[in-house]
C-alpha cells in the first residue's frame, strides 16, 4: 500500500525537508511523504507553520470582535455550519476591508486585487503556449515537484512560510501561484452555503471572491453562462495578491497572499453520462486532449507573470469526474521532460484523500520511469 500522511506534525515537517527547509536544495526529482515523517521533533519553524493553520496561539491572542464572540460552540457545531459560519466572518471581513489580529487591524488590499484582476479569452494569448518559452522564464535545473496528501492552503502556506530561507539579495520574495479548481458558472461556488470543495476552501477564507465577483471576473462567468458544452471554455481568471486571512475555524492567521488562477475543468461526468461503449471510449480521448490543452494554458501563465513556486492539484477530479491517473498524466507530461521542464523552481501537487494520493502518486511515477523516455 502506498505511504499516505496522517498526522499534521509529520506531514509539515516531511514538507519541511522536501522543499530544502531542513537540508538544502532538493534535487530534481519529486518528492512524496510519508506517514511516519522522519522521527524528529517538529522545529520551531515547523511549529509555527501549525499555528498559522490552526489559528492564534495563547502569544498572539486575536482582538476581540463580536463576530467571533458570537461563534456557537465548536463541539455542537456540524461540519456544514461551521462552514458557513466561517464564509460569513470571512464576508463580513470583505465588506470592511479589514481584518483583527494580534491586537492590530489589517487591510486586505482588497481594491488593489481587484484591479489587478485580468480576464483572458478563448484564444490569445494563452493559446500560444506551446512555442518555445523565452529563456528569461527559464532555468538551469528541474523544478521540484512534490506530491502531498494535504489541503492546497496548507501546501501554498509550507511555500510562504519557506521564503524566509531564501537568500535576501534586497529583491521581492517569490510569490506563490495557486491553481483554484473553478465552477464554471458561480464564483467562489457554494462556499457561502457551506459546501466543501477545493474552491469552497480557497474563497471561504481570503478575499479571492472579491476577484471573482469583479468586472473582469464575471467576463468568466458570462461566457460560460453563455457556453452550454460540458467541455466548458479556455478562458481564465488571474487574480493578483488574493490574502488568505483565516483558518477553517474562522480565527485569524498571518496574512498570506497567492496567486490565483482560476480555470474550469472538463465535466467529463456529463459529458460521459449515458454514451455507449464506442462513445465513451471516443469521448475519453477529447477529453484528455482537451484537459491538456487547458493544463498547458494553465502552467503557460504562471510562467508569463513570473510566479516560480506552484501549487497545482487533482484537477476536475471532483464533481467533474475526471479520471486521477489521466490528470497526474497530463501534469506528468507537461512537467517531467516537456514543455514547462524548466520554467518553475517548486510545484506542490496538494491531493487530498488516500485513495486519491495513492493513484497520482503512482500515475505519476509511472510517467517518470517510462514517459519521460518515450516523450
Known amino acids: 500500500m502506498l505511504p499516505v500522511v496522517d498526522t499534521v506534525a509529520s506531514l509539515l515537517t516531511s514538507a519541511a525537508e522536501a522543499i530544502g527547509l531542513a537540508s538544502g536544495p532538493s534535487s530534481s526529482k519529486s518528492k512524496t511523504m510519508s506517514d511516519k515523517g522522519n522521527g524528529k521533533k517538529p522545529t520551531k519553524d515547523v511549529e509555527e507553520i501549525r499555528s498559522q493553520r490552526e489559528g492564534n496561539s495563547s502569544r498572539h491572542p486575536e482582538k476581540w470582535s463580536p463576530l467571533y464572540d458570537s461563534a456557537p460552540s465548536r463541539r455542537e457545531e456540524k461540519p456544514r455550519d461551521r462552514r458557513k459560519r466561517v ?88 510569490k506563490t501561484g495557486v491553481l483554484n479548481f473553478a465552477s464554471a ?58 490574502i488568505v486571512f483565516h483558518n477553517d475555524q474562522g480565527e485569524g492567521v498571518d496574512p498570506m497572499p497567492i496567486q490565483v488562477v482560476s480555470s474550469a475543468a472538463v465535466n467529463a461526468g456529463l459529458i460521459l453520462e449515458n454514451k455507449a461503449t464506442f462513445l465513451t471510449a471516443q469521448a475519453e480521448v477529447e477529453i484528455e486532449a482537451a484537459m491538456e490543452e487547458r493544463m498547458g494554458r494553465i502552467l503557460y501563465l504562471f510562467e508569463t507573470r513570473g510566479i516560480r513556486n506552484i501549487v497545482l492539484g487533482t484537477f476536475g477530479t471532483g464533481v467533474f469526474k475526471n479520471k486521477v491517473d489521466m490528470v497526474a498524466r497530463v ?29 497520482f502518486k503512482g500515475s505519476w511515477e509511472g510517467w517518470e520511469k517510462t514517459g519521460r523516455n518515450t516523450h
Open 185 to 242: 458558472t458561480q464564483p467562489g461556488g457554494g462556499f457561502e452555503n457551506g459546501a466543501e470543495a477545493q474552491e469552497e476552501s480557497i474563497a471561504r477564507v481570503s478575499t479571492l471572491s472579491r476577484s471573482l465577483k469583479s468586472k473582469e471576473g464575471k467576463r468568466f462567468y458570462e461566457v460560460h453562462k453563455k457556453h452550454k458544452s460540458p467541455f466548458y471554455t479556455h478562458t481564465m481568471i488571474f487574480s493578483p495578491d488574493v
Open 87 to 174: 464564509a460569513e466572518l470571512t464576508l463580513r471581513a470583505l465588506n470592511r476591508g479589514s481584518y483583527e489580529y494580534r491586537s492590530a487591524t489589517i487591510s486586505l488590499g482588497i481594491k488593489e486585487t481587484v484591479e489587478g484582476t485580468i480576464f483572458f479569452e478563448e484564444n490569445y494569448p494563452l493559446n500560444d503556449w506551446k512555442s518555445v518559452p523565452h529563456r528569461d522564464t527559464q532555468r538551469a535545473a528541474e523544478a521540484t515537484v512534490s506530491i502531498l496528501n494535504i489541503s492546497t492552503l496548507d501546501a501554498a502556506r509550507i511555500l510562504h512560510n519557506s521564503y524566509r530561507f531564501a537568500p535576501q539579495d534586497g529583491s521581492a520574495p517569490p
Open 331 to 359: 501534469w506528468a507530461k507537461l512537467l517531467v521532460g516537456g514543455r514547462f521542464t524548466f520554467s518553475f523552481d517548486r510545484v506542490f501537487f496538494a491531493v487530498t484523500g488516500d485513495t486519491t494520493f495513492a493513484t
